[in-house]
């Protein structure tokens, strides 16, 4: 089976998992944060969002984490930027790495964003023409790949045309992303597959979600398609089985510890970034997602291997 | 991507799942789980385990749960069985699908079964003799062919050697398992490439545990090396992450959830499968591990997909 040396971990934590969380870090313990999973060796974090404090509450900070930061060479930090209000914010905090946010599903495109699909791209220009003034490097995030919660399936025609369309920007990687964590490895083969003759491999990343177990399956599935960048939330962040309208990430140990098991270097230490989850855990409330982390913390000083 | 069209789904729940869970469950839920289970369409059943109710106090209710029960034609009753004892039980209670448990691991087998893999062997061929005179169909469980909590890796050569030994002894299906859930979709591949050029591989199962949340994952390539053949507890029984201990079993909603997304039959009913972990859950105390069920609890009702 053929799959990649190295994979490129994504993580999110920051950003996507503490975007859900009703538990709010204060801007000290996510400077903190970030900085540890730097530590850890992730090679891109996405610290926060610009966006109106008043749609969400819990990413008002960004602009004091950014600003607190020690930042690591070698280590991109990235931030979600919804308009050109948020591209200026970005820019003033130091930030190059930004990302902007579209969905395949007109109802999803309304509710998440409040915005049509052409509208939300009408956006995505202007904010383009101001990035690149800017020099930023722009990742583009796809919602809804695999299913939405309001259309229900979603034809990879429609990832592939919107693919493209990010691309034609100069967008330079879209997320393909499972936002409600439905997809299979079937659909994950059928979607790269479509993907595949059209935009280049290198330039796709798929952001999965295990709301239903299943998004280390999409993983591998992913791998054999050729993907190598991949999203994940420290301890599975913003992914709590048991909260209404959790997202349910990816745990990003869940994650390197598979990739590693398959002989896939991430650059990542896994016990680092264990280590990153208690330290997150310990301010939350104890419990995290991530599998992995829940089997680590059981075994812990038991000298067994579970 | 060349995966099977159907798999059969050998639901482990009312033995491995109960064996684990501290709150037991009466003769009466424990019949009903079973005909429910039945009534969804899961082919084979393990109800329980003929062995010592010193050793395995959730185990006790096991002849009186099979005498109890109203089965359904086309399903089979399966239950471990020990020693000569457990299977005169079982004959007794009309069962006439047995198990065996052996290890890789010597140390792991003399903690689980107070016995050495060659003593266990030896027990093994006695029960075996009676099985056959029964006309009984026997099954055995490898434990720990993708690690030992004691002794660590387990060489792929040791799981080929005593797969073969159990197939020699008229076994007519070996549960390759991942008994702490270590393995990764690498392993699989490894483990299932030694085995696939000296065993049949439809002599062999695969029995998983998402400890780590890669279940789905090692499904997936198992499918792809030809396995058709898994087990799984309803609701993920037993596998509960916060319990010091637990198991970790693949949940047989996440199972057969993808395993329908790929396409891939199983004949089992979704939903009604969905109730019968609903069942369970009313009578443990409401959570079941299970990431699908979790999903789809928190969705209920709500006419969204998530």
């Known amino acids: ?43 891109v974090i996405e610290v926060g969002a610009f966006v109106s404090p008043k749609w969400v509450p819990s990413m008002a900070h960004t602009d004091a ?13 990235a931030a979600l930027v919804p308009n050109l209000i948020g591209i200026e914010r970005a820019a003033v905090a130091g930030i190059t790495d930004i990302a902007l946010f579209g969905a395949t599903s007109e109802t999803f495109s309304r509710r998440n964003i409040n915005q049509s699909i052409a509208d939300s791209f009408a956006t995505f220009r202007v904010v383009m023409l101001r990035a690149h003034a800017l020099g930023m490097r722009v990742r583009g995030y796809l919602s809804t790949c695999f299913g939405c919660p309001y259309e229900g399936d979603v034809p990879p025609a429609r990832v592939v045309e919107l693919t493209r369309a990010l691309l034609d920007l100069g967008v330079v990687e879209v997320a393909i992303s499972d936002t409600i964590g439905v997809a299979t ?41 050729g993907v190598t960048i991949f999203d994940a ?22 994650l390197v510890a598979m990739l590693h098991g398959l002989g896939i270097d991430t650059g990542v230490d896994l016990e680092a970034l264990l280590g990153v989850s208690t330290f997150i855990a310990d301010r939350i409330g104890g419990r995290l997602p991530s599998r ?15």
Chains 1, 2 share one sequence.
Do not use: K
């Open 1 to 43: 089976m053929r799959l990649p040396p190295h994979v490129t971990v994504v993580e999110v934590g920051p950003r996507d998992g503490l975007q859900h969380e009703s538990i709010g870090l204060s801007v000290a313990d996510t400077v903190a944060f970030i900085e540890r999973l730097g530590g850890a060796g992730l090679p």
């Open 65 to 77: 984490v950014v600003a607190a930061l020690s930042r690591r060479p070698g280590v991109r930090y």
């Open 185 to 225: 490895p079937g659909q994950v083969w059928r979607v790269l597959g479509a993907l595949a003759p059209v935009v280049p491999i290198g330039s796709i990343a798929l952001h999965l979600h295990d709301t239903r177990g299943a998004a280390l399956a999409n993983v591998l599935a992913g791998l054999q398609a």
């Open 233 to 254: 939330s420290c301890g599975g962040l913003g992914g709590c089985p048991y909260a209404p309208g959790a997202t349910g990430n990816l745990a990003t140990e869940d």
């Open 292 to 306: 992995y982390f829940q089997a680590w913390r059981a075994t812990a000083g038991r000298g067994e291997a579970w």
